[in-house]
């Protein structure tokens, strides 16, 4: 018996802010996920199961916080799940969402993932001071820098590509009315002017902190039959991890990376992403994993990613735009960063995108990785159904 | 080399400490801020049931509520639970009852602590009432604890044939704006975990041996990749790795970044150079600081050797070693 076709037929977020000091975490998810269900015109009897995600508990230090949002996610009842996959959490939270569609094991699913970053402290949650061991001597952005110099000296990519990158997406956030980072007044000049915090990450070049939810109704056939909106559909989904440290492990482009996009390209029958993908929204926490993740999935050949980016290849109104929303460089709660991405390029082929449309996008993958680039997940979604 | 004689595997405790903030919402605002006026709120679902404490989201409907009742400080328990040796933090001091109290007036039981001087005082069916605390700032502490009231009691059950409490059937819920002066709306939750941390054989072979200011690794049976520090077995592989091998002492710098701002905790001056260093020997990285260059002059192939501080149990930093630097070529595989 082939797989059910799922389709996306709602999708909320939250205003993304550094702090939403006037909701609860309750709140919080539930302004997302009664947005997705208006998206959809469906209200809570409608929903089958919950599946929601989050980076680790004690970012915001409530022990499995799925618990206490049933109430506010209409799950009394219904089957709620908990996804955790570090920064991917996200992704992966959808992909389990919609492998319950594809599988029939349920007809329509609220997908959900968030994170108050404003009532935690990523930091400590994640450099606990384990006795014995020797701290991490750098920060946050310090375990990112190293790769980027690491790819720069690869590749021969001139240092202003980074800047290039961020002063694409905040441009790109401007449009996008749900995006933290709303910097009227960016200027390629202040990115390569802002403080060099880890040389060589630039503070414009760096994620912000955010509060947000992200919300998706997922759906059958027959739900997308009903959707008042035109779905997007999922041609493909994958999932892959491997260790964060291993003899022969490549930070610049990991394998799990480069292997995961390959299951989700088969799937959906993608033989050339570059020409056959319209839109990417891929999770770039730092401006350099944007030539560096564009090798890594396969649009451009190793060494080659920063050409894309420096020629103008990933603008909004290129050839191949990545990041039209603004991306994790203009939005970051953590455990949301990967679902809005999957959420971003079923709105791009939805055509409902708004002012960071994609003219015509039919075809457009989502990505989202996380831990040290420890997991990966991907999907890609279509305007038409998929045909097998 | 030969494996030295295992030492005694180590083990430490570990405090995870941290103060968690928390906005509130409409709902527990009003909640946290009734207590510090000594007005206990409850909330009134779609289905008419008052539920106390309140939540934002009704649990059968799931449809929002905010319709807020007072109900009263006296209450009856509905279970409960003898604590003989309270801990750390917990509501008293002395030997106390956990108890589920369904304040009257609410249809739902709030947990809280009950001030008996034995089990034999307590029992479910009991009435208590609310002992306020001296000082209340909109916390779920501004209740002291509750202690037992003189009114009549519920019986075992609690509950009388229609279904109400006896004693509640007088202290209906009554209405509440939810209005006070100087509304609480955030709090700090302060959280506190005690473990016990054992890193195991492998890292304590490791430590042993850094003691005397040597790094050994292990190396994979299978893969033959030699890991440092060593995890006992090899990730890629999934084998047990047993072989020790020596490593450095210098190494590297296969790749690395300049440090501009302070790390909380960490007493470095900034700039300074955080460095992936491959140890002659060693099939992949570990991470430690440059010294005794300026930070501008490092640069990837930069070979180095370590820096040991007195009483340090890992290298305190590494320095330039005196030799040219590696090709790129010998250490690409090892960023």
């Known amino acids: 018996m082939s797989k059910e076709p799922v389709a996306v037929v709602g999708i909320g977020q939250t205003k993304h802010v550094a702090a939403r000091h006037d909701v609860s975490i309750a709140g919080l998810v539930r302004e997302a996920a009664v947005r997705a269900l208006q998206d959809a015109r469906l209200g809570w009897p409608d929903i089958d199961a919950v599946v929601i995600g989050k980076a680790p508990d004690f970012f915001e230090g409530v022990m499995m916080p799925e618990l206490y949002l049933a109430d506010a996610l209409g799950a009394v009842g219904k089957p709620m799940l908990r996804v955790h996959t570090a920064g991917s959490v996200g992704g992966s939270t959808a992909l389990v969402a919609a492998n319950l569609v594809a599988a029939r094991v349920h007809r329509t699913v609220l997908t959900l993932a968030f994170e108050k970053q404003s009532e935690s402290n990523a930091m400590w949650g994640l450099s606990l001071p384990i006795p014995f061991q020797q701290p991490l001597l750098a920060g946050a952005g310090g375990f990112f820098a190293p790769h980027i110099r690491a790819y720069m000296r690869r590749t021969g990519a001139p240092d202003t590509v980074g800047s290039l990158v961020a002063y694409k997406d905040r441009r790109n956030a401007l449009k996008n009315p749900y995006a933290h980072l709303h910097e009227h007044d960016i200027t390629l000049e202040k990115v390569q002017s802002s403080p060099m915090l880890w040389d060589p990450v630039r503070y414009s070049e760096t994620c912000p902190s955010s509060d947000g939810a992200c919300a998706m109704i997922l759906t059958d056939r027959g739900g997308a039959g009903r959707s008042p909106h035109p779905p997007a559909w999922v041609h493909g989904g994958a999932m892959r991890s491997e260790p964060t440290l291993f003899a022969g492990k490549d930070f610049v482009s990991p394998q799990a990376g480069k292997d995961c996009a390959a299951d989700v390209y088969r799937q959906a029958g993608i033989a050339d992403p570059r020409r056959e993908i319209d839109a990417v929204e891929m999770y770039v926490p730092f401006s350099w994993y944007e030539p560096m993740w564009l090798e890594n999935l396969g649009f451009a050949a190793e060494g080659e990613g920063w050409k894309l980016t420096e020629s103008g290849v990933t603008e909004l109104d290129g050839d191949l735009p990545v990041n039209p929303s603004g991306g994790v460089l203009s939005t970051n709660p953590i455990g949301a960063s990967g679902m809005i991405r999957f959420a971003e390029a079923a709105l791009q082929v939805r055509g409902q995108a708004g002012e960071h449309q994609v003219d015509g996008a039919r075809t457009a993958l989502g990505h989202a990785y996380g831990g040290g680039a420890q997991f990966f997940s991907m999907w890609l979604v279509g305007s038409e159904p998929p045909t097998s | ?335």
């Open chain 2, 1 to 335: 080399m030969s494996s030295a004689p295992a030492p005694e595997a180590l083990s430490a405790p570990l405090t995870v400490e941290f103060p968690f903030t928390r906005s509130l919402g409409p709902v527990q605002s009003a909640f946290l801020t009734g207590l510090r006026e000594r007005v206990p709120l409850g909330v009134r679902t779609s289905d008419g049931r008052v539920l106390v404490p309140p939540v934002e989201y009704d649990p059968v409907t799931a449809e929002e509520i905010g319709e807020l009742v007072e109900v009263a400080p006296t209450g009856t328990v509905t279970t409960w639970a003898w604590n003989p040796a309270p801990r750390r933090d917990q509501p008293l001091s002395t030997p106390f009852a956990w108890v589920l109290v369904r304040l009257d007036g609410a249809d739902t039981a709030l947990l809280h602590a009950l001030d008996a001087p034995g089990p034999e005082a307590v029992h479910t069916g009991m009435r208590v009432r609310i002992r306020w605390a001296a000082e209340r700032g909109g916390a779920i502490t501004d209740i002291a604890c509750f202690e037992p009231d003189d009114g009549p009691d519920d019986g075992p059950e609690g509950r009388q044939d229609d279904g109400r409490d006896s004693s509640a059937q007088a202290a209906e819920a009554r209405p509440h704006d939810g209005r006070f002066a100087d509304l609480v709306t955030g709090i700090v939750a302060p959280a506190r975990l005690d473990y016990r941390y054992s890193p195991g054989r492998a890292q304590t072979r490791y430590l042993a041996a850094l003691a005397e200011h040597k790094t050994v690794g292990e190396r994979c049976p299978s893969c033959r990749k030699v890991y440092v520090p060593p995890r006992g077995a090899c990730p890629t592989c999934g084998v047990a790795t047993a072989e020790q091998v020596e490593v450095g002492p210098r190494g590297t710098v296969t790749t690395y970044c300049v440090v501009n701002i302070k790390a909380k905790n960490l007493d470095i001056e900034v700039p300074y150079v955080y460095a992936h260093i491959a140890l002659d020997g060693a099939d992949l990285a570990l991470h430690a600081r440059i010294g005794g260059i300026p930070y501008d002059q490092v640069r990837m192939g930069l070979r180095v050797e370590p820096v040991w501080a007195e009483g340090g149990r890992y290298p305190d930093h590494y320095r330039p070693a005196d030799e040219p630097d590696a090709d790129y070529d010998a250490y690409k595989e090892l960023l």
